[in-house]
């Protein structure tokens, strides 16, 4: 008999010992022994069980065959790009564009009455055929002969009309100290003036602004057409320029090119009669010629 069972038989000693305090205390370690012995099977058991667990997913992930999803990404061979075609600002073929000669002028002044004698042969008054040849001015200059040669001959029906129609020019004269004075007409465009317009820089700016300016015609170039247009124009008493016309065209839109150019010239200094600036007319002939 061990300890405990002898202190609880002596606390117990002429007690009822029966049932009650005294069982508990006589079987106090088999349910203490009891409680050990299942604790740990629930310890082991929950290990064990987890064991098993954790090996079965194991085996289960060992068993799946992963799969990745790739993107796939198609490929098209691209053709190779154009060349770029360059394009040259340039014009193909420019006009080439002459203006006439500086052309001799012919002293124009109003006739002074004198004695037979006292008249030099020298200041006889030009003839129609020369007027046609040369431009009217103050005093008589020889033509530049190193310019740029111009065949007239094209253009002699327009000076032959406009020399026909200056007899109807309205003019009122009086005789003072036996001298023709002219008066000036406000409203009249003049053919003949003592002082022409001119082109701010003479007609070397003025050749230079054509040709700066100026296109050649699609329609002429693609025909090969090629001459010269004559244009007629008004200079105004401020150097604006009206009254445009063509009074030779070779088609193609070659007068049209040469009408669009001058319209956009700057202002002229305008001719000029008595001291007095006037409306006066202007013929410019402008020559296209293609070129290789």
């Known amino acids: 008999m061990n300890k405990t069972s002898t202190y609880t038989d002596l606390v117990f000693e002429h007690k009822n010992t029966a049932y009650g305090a005294y069982q508990m205390r006589k079987k106090h370690l088999i349910f203490t022994f009891i409680g050990f012995a299942m604790s740990c099977a629930v310890i082991f058991g929950s290990f064990g069980l987890y064991s098993l667990v954790k090996a079965k997913e194991v085996s289960q992930k060992e068993g799946t065959l992963k799969v990745q999803h790739k993107k796939v990404i198609a490929y098209t061979q691209l053709s190779a790009p154009p060349p770029i075609e360059t394009i040259d600002n340039q014009p193909k073929n420019r006009p080439n564009i002459e203006i006439p000669q500086a052309r001799a002028v012919k002293k124009f002044l109003p006739p002074v009455v004198k004695k037979d004698e006292e008249v030099i042969e020298e200041e ?5 055929q020369e007027l046609k040849k040369v431009n009217i001015g103050s005093r008589n200059i020889e033509g530049d002969t190193t310019g740029i040669e111009y065949d007239m001959s094209d253009v002699d029906i327009i000076f032959d ?3 026909n129609n200056s007899g109807t020019e309205s003019k009122d004269t009086d005789r003072t100290n036996n001298q023709v004075q002219t008066k000036v007409q406000k ?3 003049y053919t003949f003036v003592q002082k022409k317009p001119e082109f701010l820089g ?3 700016a003025m050749l230079a602004f054509i040709y700066a300016n100026i296109t050649y015609p699609k329609i002429a170039r693609e025909n090969d057409i090629m001459g010269m247009v004559v244009i007629r124009f008004v200079v105004e008493k401020d150097g604006l320029i009206t009254n445009l016309e063509a009074l030779k065209d070779i088609g193609g839109g070659c ?3 040469a009408i ?5 010239m700057p ?3 305008p001719g000029e009669q008595n001291g007095n600036p006037v409306r006066a007319s202007f013929i410019l002939p402008v020559k296209f010629e293609l070129t290789n």
């Open 124 to 128: 006889l008054l030009p003839t129609q």
């Open 260 to 264: 669009r150019v001058i319209k956009t």
């Open 267 to 269: 202002k002229w200094n």
């Open 255 to 257: 007068a049209d090119e």
């Open 161 to 163: 009309e406009v020399i």
């Open 187 to 189: 409203d009249e465009v």
């Open 202 to 204: 003479g007609e070397s």
